[in-house]
C-alpha cells in the first residue's frame, strides 16, 4: 500500500542538470517527511537531503549543498530534487524516503522507494 516511486534519473554529461521526482502514496504526506539518498559503486548509502512537507524546511549534505535544491508540490504528493553542476562522483543510484519527524532525517526513515539510476560522464 505504502509506496515512494522516483523517477527523472538517466546519463548526463558533467555540468547538466537533472530533476528527480518522488511521488507517495498510501500514507498522510503532509505528516512525513522526504529524503533522498544516494548509494555508489563501491560506497556505503549516504544521505543528501531532507525535506519538510509541512514547513517547507531543507537540509544537504554537503557534498551537494549550493548545487542541488528541493521542493515539495503536497497536491501531488510529490516532492522533487533538482541536481544541477553535476559531477561524475555524482553518479549513483538515488533513492527517496519518508520518515514521520523531520528532524530524525537521514539517520531513520520508515518507507524506501526502488531508486533511480543517475549516470553523469565526464
Known amino acids: 500500500e505504502v509506496q515512494l516511486v522516483e523517477s527523472g534519473g538517466g546519463l548526463v554529461q558533467a555540468g547538466g542538470s537533472l530533476r528527480l521526482s518522488c511521488a507517495a502514496s498510501?500514507?498522510?504526506?503532509?505528516?512525513?517527511?522526504i529524503g533522498w539518498f544516494r548509494q555508489a559503486p563501491g560506497k556505503e548509502r549516504e544521505g543528501i537531503s531532507c525535506?519538510?512537507?509541512?514547513?517547507?524546511?531543507?537540509w544537504f549534505a554537503d557534498s551537494v549543498k549550493g548545487r542541488f535544491t528541493g521542493s515539495t508540490d503536497n497536491a501531488k504528493n510529490t516532492v522533487y530534487l533538482q541536481m544541477n553542476g553535476l559531477k561524475p562522483e555524482d553518479t549513483a543510484v538515488y533513492y527517496c524516503?519518508?520518515?514521520?519527524?523531520?528532524?530524525?532525517?537521514?539517520?531513520?526513515?520508515?518507507?524506501w522507494g526502488k531508486g533511480t539510476l543517475v549516470t553523469v560522464s565526464s
Open positions: 525535506i519538510s512537507t509541512s514547513d517547507r524546511r531543507t
Open positions: 524516503a519518508a520518515t514521520s519527524h523531520y528532524y530524525i532525517c537521514p539517520r531513520s526513515m520508515d518507507y
Open positions: 498510501g500514507f498522510t504526506f503532509g505528516d512525513y517527511a
